[in-house]
């Protein structure tokens, strides 16, 4: 069965069973490695997506469950020489210690302020309470959340 969904602008078909994962086909069909491998249960959110505009976590979502629709991953968002706002945010406030964890934090905060133009503190602190951070960098990386919004 021929599975068709566009990712980054750009059509694609996969001959692959419906419940493969969509994420390992981002990272191992696609090589787009901006979404990360975290817990695959969902709880990270290391592996966000959007998923025609929502923020959607790719380890949990089957590549049938995005059949023609839009998925867009970090690399759609922008270039290192035109880097989307929120990734702009985030390396000026060098938002992060190891950096894993960062793709979810960037994919949250650009799916929020899609529909939540201008949130506040308390908005963007409840929007990344499940996206997880080991190394503990959650104020710096709120910082760059609230850098995006200005
Ligand atoms: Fe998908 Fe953790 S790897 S939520």
């Known amino acids: 069965m021929t599975i068709r969904l566009a990712v980054n602008g750009q059509d694609h078909a ?25 817990c695959g249960y969902g709880e990270c959110g290391a592996c966000s997506v959007l998923v025609d ?21 970090l690399e759609g968002l922008g270039t290192p020489e035109a880097p989307h706002p929120v990734q702009r945010a985030f390396i000026e406030e060098e938002g992060a210690q190891c950096g894993y964890c960062l793709n979810g934090m960037i994919v949250t905060v ?25 190394c503990g960098t959650h104020l710096e990386i709120l910082r760059a959340a609230e850098r995006a919004v200005t």
């Open 110 to 134: 650009t799916a929020l302020l899609r529909d939540t133009p201008a949130p506040d503190r308390a908005t963007l602190a409840r929007a990344l309470r499940h996206n997880l951070c080991r």
């Open 14 to 38: 996969f001959d692959l069973p419906p419940q493969t994962s969509l994420l390992e086909v981002l990272r191992n069909d696609l090589g787009l490695n901006g979404p990360k491998y975290g």
């Open 53 to 73: 505009g929502q923020a959607a976590r790719a380890c949990v979502m089957t590549l049938g469950a995005v059949a023609g629709r839009q998925v867009t991953t």
